[in-house]
Structure formats: C-alpha cells, structure tokens
C-alpha cells in the first residue's frame, strides 16, 4: 500500500523559502508512468495545482507559480522535495502531495495515492 507523508516546518517568515519533503513508502516514484504533484489549499479556497515531477525526473510547473517553485527529488530515499521562494501570508495553506498517473489536476478524486496534508502558516 502506497503512502505519502509530507514534512516540514509549520511556520514560515515572508520573503523566506518554504521547503517540504514528501516521502513515499510502499512503492517507487520511478514507477513508470507515474507523476508527484504538489497540491495545497489556502484556508478558505479551493485546491491548487502547484507542480509535479515525473517518474523520468522531468518536472511541470503551474504557470502562476513557476517563478517562485522548484521540485526535485531524492530517488534513494524515495523522497519528493517543494521550495517555494519569496513567501508571502498569502502562501498560508495546507500543501499535500499526491501520486498518480496524471499531472497538473487539482481534483483529489484524479490521483491513486494523496497525503494528509501539511499545514504551512507564513507570517512574521
């Protein structure tokens, strides 16, 4: 059974980088044809796509995003990892990962496997 588990600190000053790790047990994320989205919620709103790195190491970025978003991954500790630059209150969600087969959905019901979410508050 496949789980995803993120991990990072709760609590970000502005103008920081957010970094978060999630870590996949219980199946590879080199699987083949598999994508690693990052996904969050800001409190109140729905759910945003962010970016995604593939099972090959190729990544995708949302648009509005991609200047402050880069995602990387560490295949031997099966580990996905999201920095976002430049942080802002309005930043202040909570960021899942998800695994699946597609890329760039903001739908939870799109994707095989979802983490329970880790909440990231940006304030001073």
């Known amino acids: 059974q496949v789980q995803l588990q993120e991990s990072g600190p709760g609590l970000v000053k502005p103008s920081q980088t957010l970094s978060l790790t999630c870590t996949v047990s219980?199946?590879?994320?080199?699987?083949?044809?598999?994508?690693w989205n990052w996904i969050r919620q800001p409190p109140g709103k729905g759910l945003e796509w962010m970016g995604a790195?593939?099972?090959?190491?190729?990544?995708y970025y949302s648009p509005s995003l991609k200047s402050r978003t880069s995602i990387s991954r560490d295949t031997s500790k099966n580990q996905l990892t999201l920095q976002l630059s430049s942080v802002t209150p309005e930043d202040t969600a909570v960021y899942y990962c998800?695994?699946?087969?597609?890329?760039?959905?903001?739908?939870?019901?799109?994707?095989?496997?979802w983490g329970q979410g880790t909440q990231v508050t940006v304030s001073s």
């Open positions: 998800a695994g699946g087969t597609v890329v760039g959905s903001s739908e939870k019901n799109d994707y095989d496997y």
């Open positions: 219980g199946g590879s994320i080199t699987t083949n044809s598999y994508y």
């Open positions: 790195i593939a099972y090959n190491g190729f990544t």
